[in-house]
């Protein structure tokens, strides 16, 4: 009755702040529960909280437009920031005087290694496809160079999560705090080579 | 300069630096004012004006977006409020406090009701005149817990108007509440709603907040079966801040009273005993800090100053005098028909006066129902009443804790060390031993006397050594008794001694870092004659048994009603 009613009110003209309350109070009971489905699976919460999300998001009950998820950038900006400053927090000066050269080596090889794998298989599977080389080329290379990235939010969740502590856990997330600057870097690379080839001259984005 | 900062904020939309901005001056501010004694809200208010109104950092668009996050705090607020209703202090008090509440509560928002109404309708509309006499009325019942039990720990008050004042300031939010969701209901039904039966008026009323009651209190009941099987205190964090929202959400969706069902939230959880209650309400406490500093400087940025004019300067006379006049006599009433104390009936009025967070959050949601114009002038009156009932309200408190003869009675242990000197509590009367003294008169003066450790003086009754129980059992173990043994024989080194006019912190200090649970008091630095000893148990004894005295001189007052400020005094 209660989903009807919500249905009713997200349909109606409801304005819309009255029921953003009831909404993030669904997301996060919702997403609680789902999180402990999930654990109970042995499965990290974090799933739980995206599948939630899905439930509840455009895909099934729509109870969350994607305007409202546009006017939700402020959160997701600030949420990110909070885990980047945690992060930051856990990256001592000690840990990169002793294992800085190690943290620098497998952030260029694993964030290389993603670029140029992802890169070369997108190019192939375009081509494949599409039969244009250059175009394929140039989806292959900013692909790559996204994917190169990794995720702090969900990654630091599930850490958190499983309370883990030690070298593997310290270069997680160094390595998490700095291949955003790689993939950055790598797209700015591949961008302006990739607008080269389908022709775009206009800068950057 | 704050006008192109204004903008950015503006344009871009960037609401996260506002925040930002807004919380961390409000902080600010709240330290400056607390330097002055005022409680935080006012610092936080403060800021918000500053910001809003006069350098136009926080636009008001921005403010008036924000509504949803006031309904948020108003929830919250509420949602903590309920928690402090707890069945004890109803049955520790029995009938009084109820009684009292009521009294101080109601008649205060009579009067300031009236007067608010009166002067209104000098100046206004009947209708206008109505809607701000209920507002007014209803939130001034609602007395700033926080400032007047900072002054009662302050000054260590203790005693049955300590006790009093201590319920109903917990209590009196509450009422306020409740007052707020009557008085606006029959004002609503007396103005708005004529296109409405007078019959369908009223029954909407009943069902906002009886339906916010309901739905609270089933929320409660779910709420804590689930808090049972949880064990993390974040979760915990994320399951109470979440069943907020569900409930906020949905009274706002059944347009339900939010800060009602959100108290009755607070108040079954709070009442059903339960391992995690507290831990639930302390991370909620915890978490909303910030959010707390927000909403007040939010309240300040919303006000617009330039309405002030002699109408806001009399509306204010009234509200104000209102609130302390009501709140004095019906207090004296609410006792006088309690048969409360005879100092809880005289001087609990002069303690209720500071009016603070409350208040100007109901404020704010009474806003949704009037005009902006009418709004900003109730904003402007009650702001600038608090202000004023901020500062007059310690002072009463004070005041009234003061004649009721209550002040000082909390002391602990800590306290009385603190402001005592060592030669208030030495014993002067331990007998120092001369070290000729043979051991046979020794013993005699040891089985005849109560003490631990005796000074050992010479001729000139200077402090040689001394004798200690260790060392009299020491004796007798490894030697064998002669005759001929004195005193001087068996005495120990001294290696700590203290003057009588050293502060009793410092020389318990020195004592405990020896590891020693006696020492020496010498006359003075220079001279070094035995003055008598002091002794660590015993000083500790002696406070404890003055700690209990002036408790037990504050419960007494509990036994005696009737009891009037002379008897009550302490010596």
């Given at each position: 009755?209660i989903?009807?009613?919500?249905?009713?009110?997200s349909?109606?003209?409801?304005?819309?702040?009255?029921d953003?309350?009831?909404?993030?109070g669904?997301?996060?009971?919702?997403?609680?529960?789902?999180?402990?489905?999930?654990q109970?699976?042995?499965?990290?919460?974090?799933?739980?909280?995206?599948?939630?999300?899905?439930?509840?998001?455009?895909s099934?009950?729509?109870?969350?437009d994607?305007?409202l998820?546009?006017?939700?950038?402020?959160?997701?900006?600030f949420?990110?920031?909070?885990?980047?400053?945690?992060?930051?927090?856990?990256?001592k000066?000690e840990?990169?005087?002793?294992h800085g050269k190690?943290?620098?080596?497998?952030l260029?090889?694993?964030?290389?290694?993603a670029?140029?794998?992802?890169?070369?298989?997108?190019t192939?599977?375009?081509a494949?496809?599409?039969?244009?080389w250059?175009?394929?080329?140039?989806?292959?290379?900013?692909l790559?160079?996204?994917?190169?990235a990794?995720?702090?939010?969900?990654?630091?969740d599930?850490?958190?999560?499983?309370?883990?502590?030690?070298?593997?856990t310290?270069t997680?997330?160094?390595?998490?705090?700095?291949?955003?600057?790689?993939?950055?870097?790598l797209?700015?690379?591949a961008s302006?080579?990739?607008?080269?080839l389908v022709?775009?001259?206009?800068?950057g984005? | 300069m704050?006008?192109?900062?204004s903008?950015?904020?503006t344009?871009?939309?960037?609401?996260?630096?506002?925040?930002g901005?807004?919380?961390?001056?409000?902080?600010?501010g709240?330290?400056?004012?607390?330097?002055l004694?005022i409680?935080?809200?006012?610092?936080y208010?403060?800021?918000?004006?500053?910001?809003g109104?006069?350098l136009?950092?926080i636009?008001?668009?921005t403010?008036?977006?924000?509504?949803?996050?006031?309904?948020f705090?108003?929830?919250?607020?509420?949602?903590?409020?309920?928690?402090?209703?707890?069945r004890?202090i109803?049955?520790?008090?029995?009938?009084?406090?109820?009684?009292?509440?009521l009294?101080?509560?109601?008649t205060?928002?009579?009067?300031?009701?009236?007067?608010?109404?009166l002067?209104?309708?000098?100046?206004?509309?009947?209708?206008?005149?109505l809607?701000?006499?209920?507002?007014?009325?209803?939130?001034?019942?609602?007395?700033?817990?926080?400032s007047?039990i900072?002054?009662?720990?302050?000054?260590k008050?203790?005693?049955?108007?300590?006790s009093?004042?201590?319920?109903?300031?917990t209590?009196?939010?509450?009422?306020?509440l409740?007052?707020?969701?009557?008085?606006?209901?029959?004002?609503g039904?007396?103005?708005?709603?004529?296109?409405?039966?007078?019959?369908?008026?009223?029954?909407?009323?009943?069902?906002?907040?009886?339906g916010?009651?309901?739905?609270?209190l089933?929320?409660g009941?779910g709420l804590?079966?689930?808090?049972k099987?949880i064990?993390?205190?974040?979760?915990?964090?994320?399951?109470?801040?979440?069943?907020?929202?569900l409930i906020?959400?949905?009274?706002?969706?059944?347009h339900?009273?939010?800060i009602?069902?959100?108290m009755?939230?607070g108040?079954t959880?709070?009442?059903?005993?339960?391992k995690?209650?507290?831990?639930?309400?302390?991370?909620?406490?915890?978490?909303?800090a910030?959010?707390?500093?927000?909403?007040?400087?939010?309240?300040?940025?919303?006000v617009?100053?330039?309405?002030?004019?002699?109408m806001?300067?009399?509306?204010?006379?009234?509200?104000?005098?209102?609130?302390?006049t009501?709140?004095?006599?019906?207090?004296?009433?609410?006792?006088?028909?309690?048969?409360?104390?005879?100092?809880?009936?005289?001087?609990?009025g002069?303690?209720?006066?500071?009016?603070?967070?409350?208040?100007v959050?109901?404020?704010?949601?009474?806003s949704h129902?009037?005009e902006?114009?009418?709004?900003?002038?109730?904003?402007?009156?009650?702001i600038i009443?608090?202000?004023?009932?901020?500062i007059?309200g310690?002072?009463?408190v004070?005041?009234?804790?003061?004649?009721a003869g209550?002040m000082?009675?909390?002391?602990?242990?800590?306290d009385?060390?603190?402001?005592y000197?060592?030669?208030?509590?030495?014993?002067k009367d331990?007998p120092?031993?001369?070290?000729?003294?043979?051991?046979?008169?020794?013993?005699?003066t040891?089985?005849?006397?109560?003490?631990?450790?005796?000074?050992?003086?010479?001729?000139?009754?200077k402090?040689?050594?001394?004798?200690?129980?260790?060392?009299i059992?020491?004796?007798?173990?490894?030697?064998?008794?002669?005759d001929?043994?004195v005193a001087?024989?068996?005495?120990?080194?001294?290696?700590?001694?203290?003057?009588?006019?050293?502060?009793l912190?410092r020389a318990?200090?020195?004592?405990?870092?020896?590891?020693?649970?006696?020492?020496?008091?010498?006359?003075s630095?220079?001279n070094n004659?035995?003055a008598?000893?002091l002794?660590?148990?015993a000083?500790?004894?002696?406070?404890?048994?003055?700690?209990?005295?002036k408790?037990?001189?504050?419960?007494?007052?509990?036994l005696?009603?009737?009891s009037?400020?002379?008897?009550?005094r302490?010596?």
């Amino acid at each position: 009755m209660i989903i009807q009613s919500l249905l009713l009110a997200s349909n109606s003209n409801f304005s819309q702040h009255l029921d953003l309350l009831l909404i993030i109070g669904i997301a996060i009971f919702g997403g609680t529960i789902g999180a402990r489905i999930f654990q109970k699976l042995r499965i990290p919460q974090v799933v739980g909280y995206i599948v939630i999300g899905i439930l509840i998001g455009g895909s099934f009950f729509n109870l969350i437009d994607q305007q409202l998820v546009r006017s939700f950038l402020p959160f997701n900006l600030f949420a990110l920031g909070i885990i980047g400053f945690i992060i930051g927090g856990e990256l001592k000066y000690e840990l990169f005087r002793k294992h800085g050269k190690q943290f620098i080596i497998i952030l260029l090889t694993e964030g290389l290694f993603a670029f140029l794998i992802v890169a070369v298989l997108t190019t192939l599977v375009g081509a494949l496809f599409t039969g244009n080389w250059q175009s394929s080329l140039a989806l292959g290379l900013v692909l790559g160079a996204i994917s190169s990235a990794t995720a702090p939010a969900a990654t630091v969740d599930v850490l958190w999560e499983y309370k883990t502590r030690g070298i593997l856990t310290r270069t997680i997330l160094a390595i998490v705090a700095l291949d955003d600057g790689l993939a950055l870097f790598l797209y700015g690379f591949a961008s302006s080579i990739s607008a080269g080839l389908v022709g775009i001259r206009e800068s950057g984005f | 300069m704050f006008d192109i900062l204004s903008n950015i904020l503006t344009n871009n939309m960037n609401l996260i630096l506002l925040m930002g901005i807004a919380i961390f001056a409000g902080t600010i501010g709240a330290k400056i004012i607390q330097k002055l004694h005022i409680p935080q809200v006012v610092g936080y208010v403060a800021i918000g004006l500053i910001l809003g109104p006069v350098l136009k950092i926080i636009p008001s668009q921005t403010v008036q977006n924000l509504e949803m996050f006031n309904l948020f705090a108003l929830g919250i607020i509420g949602f903590l409020v309920g928690g402090e209703l707890k069945r004890e202090i109803f049955a520790k008090f029995g009938k009084q406090v109820p009684i009292v509440l009521l009294f101080e509560g109601v008649t205060a928002a009579l009067l300031v009701g009236v007067l608010s109404f009166l002067v209104m309708w000098h100046f206004s509309s009947w209708d206008t005149a109505l809607a701000v006499g209920v507002v007014f009325g209803a939130i001034c019942s609602a007395t700033d817990p926080a400032s007047t039990i900072s002054v009662l720990w302050e000054y260590k008050a203790r005693g049955p108007l300590t006790s009093m004042i201590t319920a109903i300031v917990t209590l009196d939010d509450a009422l306020a509440l409740m007052l707020y969701a009557i008085s606006v209901s029959i004002a609503g039904i007396v103005t708005g709603h004529q296109e409405t039966s007078l019959l369908t008026s009223l029954l909407e009323a009943l069902y906002e907040m009886v339906g916010a009651a309901a739905l609270g209190l089933m929320a409660g009941i779910g709420l804590s079966s689930i808090l049972k099987r949880i064990e993390d205190t974040e979760k915990i964090l994320v399951v109470t801040l979440s069943s907020a929202m569900l409930i906020i959400g949905t009274a706002i969706l059944l347009h339900m009273d939010v800060i009602l069902a959100c108290m009755a939230l607070g108040v079954t959880l709070i009442n059903i005993k339960s391992k995690r209650i507290e831990s639930s309400f302390n991370s909620l406490r915890r978490f909303f800090a910030p959010m707390y500093v927000l909403f007040f400087v939010l309240v300040g940025a919303r006000v617009n100053v330039s309405y002030f004019n002699k109408m806001i300067g009399v509306l204010v006379v009234a509200y104000v005098g209102g609130s302390i006049t009501g709140k004095t006599l019906g207090s004296y009433l609410g006792g006088y028909f309690s048969g409360a104390a005879q100092t809880v009936k005289n001087y609990l009025g002069f303690c209720l006066y500071p009016q603070g967070g409350i208040a100007v959050g109901l404020l704010i949601v009474a806003s949704h129902r009037f005009e902006s114009e009418v709004s900003s002038i109730m904003l402007l009156v009650v702001i600038i009443g608090a202000f004023i009932l901020q500062i007059i309200g310690p002072i009463g408190v004070k005041v009234g804790a003061t004649k009721a003869g209550e002040m000082g009675l909390n002391v602990t242990e800590e306290d009385l060390i603190k402001n005592y000197k060592v030669g208030d509590v030495m014993n002067k009367d331990a007998p120092a031993i001369s070290a000729g003294t043979p051991l046979s008169d020794v013993l005699k003066t040891v089985s005849s006397t109560e003490y631990f450790y005796y000074s050992v003086v010479d001729d000139q009754k200077k402090i040689i050594g001394a004798l200690t129980m260790d060392g009299i059992r020491n004796t007798f173990a490894t030697m064998e008794l002669n005759d001929w043994l004195v005193a001087l024989d068996i005495v120990e080194p001294v290696t700590v001694k203290v003057t009588p006019d050293i502060p009793l912190s410092r020389a318990l200090e020195q004592m405990q870092e020896q590891h020693i649970e006696h020492v020496p008091v010498v006359v003075s630095s220079q001279n070094n004659e035995s003055a008598g000893i002091l002794d660590a148990r015993a000083v500790h004894r002696k406070l404890s048994a003055e700690v209990l005295e002036k408790q037990q001189e504050a419960d007494r007052m509990f036994l005696r009603p009737g009891s009037g400020r002379d008897a009550a005094r302490p010596k």
